[in-house]
């Protein structure tokens, strides 16, 4: 049998956790032929503003959580270990434009001048989408002004937007603090513009309520036909025939992507991620094929 083409939407490149050699390994191995490199502007520094620290302690006392010390360092080392700069993204896909492209990152809770600044970058540097993240950014999409302009930059630059949806790793594992990354929010957004979205996780992830936006997230794919999802770190969808039924529905499989979210997902290799698809009994090849190549190639416009 001949071997599956895949093309990866979701993978990070963490300078302090996996050298760029070993993800072309990775790659090679589960037959990705492509894989979409992803930006992160996280700022531990964020977690000494007033207004955010106190909207943390504000979430964290509602639910019983009163060591904030403990939370402040636990999410200032995520915020570090993730941070990949645009630059950084931009370098890879030069070195290796055969199986890389990239997305840039903004901090969205930044001030406008910081804002403009990054954008530019992305833009010069020929990145192919912004990744935004309502949790290790913090912001709310209907409260924060950049969020606007974002999307009037992704419309204007031909950009595609990754919005992370679902919780976060560490404390972000929290619902609570986690709640601003409901792909709700964005509805507003993906009527005005005509910028395509890839909601990252399917809205799904959560280790204590899993497919906890799934609905909200299906409700966007049905009323628009430029949504995109992507199922790293969620998989385990496809191995739900209740949750395949709703797709089929929802026609969600001709914009469905592959996504492995490596090398954040604890001990899972890009194969193991791709396998766990394969070996779903609940989805037609055909399924698989858009899954894992065509809806990417389309979406992305690789030939």
């Not at 001949?2 to 300078?15: A, F, G, M, S």
């Not at 606007?148 to 992704?154: D, G, L, P, S």
């Not at 909200?216 to 949750?243: F, I, N």
């Not at 929802?250 to 090398?263: A, T």
Request: glycine share 4%.
């Amino acid at each position: 049998m001949e071997r599956r083409e895949i093309i990866d939407v979701h993978v990070h490149p963490l300078k302090r956790i996996v050298s760029v050699e070993e993800i072309i390994r990775e790659m090679d191995r589960a037959g990705v032929v492509k894989a979409v490199l992803l930006a992160m502007d996280t700022d531990p520094g964020n977690l000494d503003r007033v207004k955010i620290k106190k909207r943390i302690m504000e979430k964290t006392r509602s639910i019983y959580i009163w060591n904030y010390s403990s939370l402040y360092l636990q999410m200032k080392k995520i915020l570090y270990y993730a941070k990949t700069t645009n630059e950084y993204i931009a370098s890879l896909v030069s070195k290796y434009p055969e199986k890389f492209t990239g997305f840039g990152s903004v901090d969205l809770c930044k001030d406008r001048e910081y804002f403009e600044k990054q954008m530019e970058k992305i833009v010069k540097l020929k990145l192919r989408g912004v990744k935004i993240l309502p949790t290790l950014q913090f912001f709310h999409p209907l409260k924060n002004k950049n969020v606007k302009r974002v999307w009037e930059w992704a419309e204007r630059n031909n950009l595609i937007i990754m919005f992370h949806s679902g919780c976060d790793p560490g404390p972000w594992e929290l619902t609570d603090l986690s709640s601003d990354a409901n792909p709700k929010y964005i509805e507003p957004l993906i009527e005005k513009y005509n910028v395509p979205v890839i909601i990252a996780h399917c809205g799904s992830y959560s280790s204590s309520e899993p497919g906890i936006w799934l609905k909200e997230t299906l409700e966007l794919v049905k009323e628009h036909d430029d949504v995109w999802l992507d199922l790293s770190s969620v998989g385990y969808l496809l191995r739900e025939e209740e949750v395949v039924e709703m797709f089929r529905e929802y026609r969600v499989f001709n914009n469905l992507l592959f996504g492995s979210d490596f090398p954040v997902l604890w001990g899972m290799s890009i194969s193991d991620s791709v396998n766990y698809i394969e070996n779903s009994p609940f989805i037609q090849e055909s399924e698989k094929e858009r899954v894992f190549f065509k809806n990417a190639a389309r979406l992305f416009k690789f030939k």
